[in-house]
T-cell receptor
């Protein structure tokens, strides 16, 4: 079984500042990792995913994440945020053999202010 | 192309009534998933379909919850005798194949917000 921990429930940041949203996971098997974003009253939109290969993954809207197997982390970063990045961000994990459901973290609300 | 669609977008019902929530997956996607998003429990897996069969129903919270999928496409989640704790946003997702070996991404619909009074 897998689990995901997002320690920060809310991250306030000023526009154009850098941001990092933290995600740690635990699993007894190899995993695939995902970040989804949810804007108010909308569904989940995939930001980026790690399947294999390069540990630095680039996604949409200027976001990137780095898979660190030794630290079991998959932190999300953006060098300069915009007001429009205000949303809820979810880290998710699934095992990489057969069907396995997505297991989500509790989410981090990113609040970008001018 | 068209994404995952869900209907209705909002549903308000009285305690004890039955409700049906519909999901139309992306055309050609063989796998379909239902999740529930609530304040107290976060995002929880409910059930997964591969074609018309449901190999994993482990997340359904009680026997009041059931789901079916027909024609390898549309799916309906039915909640019987609704309770206030069923109030949540119900999200549907689809993928070209199941996650895992082929690691195909799950694409989510906008959700149905269910409020049980």
């Amino acid at each position: 079984a897998q689990s995901v921990t997002q320690l920060d429930s809310q991250v306030p940041v000023f526009e154009e500042a850098p941001v990092e949203l933290r995600c740690n996971y635990s699993s007894s098997v190899s995993v695939y990792l995902f970040w989804y974003v949810q804007y108010p009253n909308q569904g989940l939109q995939l930001l980026l995913k790690y399947l294999s290969g390069s540990t630095l993954v680039k996604g949409i809207n200027g976001f990137e994440a780095e898979f660190n197997k030794s630290q079991t982390s998959f932190h999300l970063r953006k060098p300069s945020v915009h007001i429009s990045d205000t949303a809820e961000y979810f880290c998710a994990v699934t095992g990489n053999t057969g069907f396995q459901k997505l297991v989500f973290g509790t989410g981090t609300r990113l609040l970008v202010s001018p | 192309g068209a994404g995952v669609s869900q209907s209705p977008s909002n549903k308000v019902t009285e305690k004890g009534k039955d409700v049906e929530l519909r999901c139309d997956p992306i055309s050609g996607h063989t796998a379909l998933y239902w999740y529930r998003q609530s304040l107290g429990q976060g995002l929880e897996f409910l059930i997964y379909f591969q074609g018309n069969s449901a190999p994993d129903k482990s997340g359904l919270p009680s026997d009041r919850f059931s789901a079916e999928r027909t024609g390898g496409s549309v799916s309906t989640l039915t909640i019987q005798r609704t309770q206030q704790e069923d109030s949540a946003v119900y999200l549907c997702a689809s993928s070209l194949r199941p996650s895992g070996n082929f690691a195909h991404t799950q694409y989510f619909g906008p959700g149905t917000r269910l409020t049980v009074l």
